[in-house]
């Protein structure tokens, strides 16, 4: 029981030891790196075989059946190590720097990442087709709007009343779900709490995101909804 404890409990350095000691011994001599990457591919490849019959679509064959995927993964580790110690690379050393570069790496990539900022953010299909719904159903919809010359950026309340590939008389009202939209088309609704009585015109691609609110509008009067 002291010995299985001991076994689980090995280092990285312990185990590129105890892996030369193998080769020395039982193997001789390290293949060359070309034939250990060679190797390390059959590794990984016998590894694929292995999850793919446990969790992808292939059923196992009666061969397959006594295949371990941690004997596989013991495989990779065993080859990852005997490439490391033939090379000379001390691998808790290259793990511990290569999460220290991850850790700065990702601290970027994370704050860069649009979809975690604190702003919503939604695809635009995904906006459309709220906005749409409500239009539908007569409800107002959230949108979430940045600054423009009269507001700050945020959420607003909006009766929706139609889509328009342009903005003023011209304009040529959009059906969704008949006419193909794209991010420089027009969403034009009253902006509940705005005080006037203009439509406002905002462009579809602007819009950062989108929710039902469920909350019944009677359409103002000679405002007509079409979606
Ligand atoms: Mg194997």
Not at 61 to 73: G, N, P, Q, V, Y
Not at 129 to 134: E, G, K, S
Request: aromatic share 10%; with cysteine; proline share 3%.
């Amino acid at each position: 029981m002291k010995n299985q404890k001991q076994k689980e409990e090995i280092t990285l350095k312990q185990a590129q030891q105890m892996v030369d000691d193998w080769i020395k011994t039982i193997g001789v001599s390290y293949f060359s790196p070309l034939s250990q990457l060679a190797q390390l591919t059959e590794e990984v490849g016998e590894t694929a075989r292995v999850i793919n019959r446990i969790y992808g679509d292939q059923s196992f064959k009666k061969s397959d059946r006594d295949k371990e995927l941690a004997d596989e993964l013991a495989d990779v580790l065993f080859t990852l190590i005997c490439i490391a110690n033939s090379t000379g690379i001390d691998l808790a050393d290259a793990l511990n720097k290569n999460l220290q570069k991850k850790t700065k790496r990702d601290e970027k990539r994370h704050a860069n990442n649009i979809k975690l900022k604190k702003e919503p953010y939604m695809d635009f299909a995904d906006i459309v087709a709220i906005i749409a719904q409500a239009g539908g159903r007569r409800e107002t919809v959230k949108i979430y709007y940045p600054k423009t010359a009269r507001s700050t950026a945020g959420w607003r309340e909006v009766e929706p009343y139609f889509l328009a590939n342009d903005t003023g008389e011209a304009a040529e009202h959009l059906v969704y779900g008949e006419d193909r939209l794209s991010p420089g088309h027009i969403f034009n609704g009253y902006t509940l709490g705005s005080g006037d009585n203009h439509y406002d015109s905002f462009i579809l691609g602007k819009i950062k995101a989108a929710k039902m609110t469920n909350q019944k509008f009677k359409p103002r009067f000679g405002w007509k909804v079409e979606f």
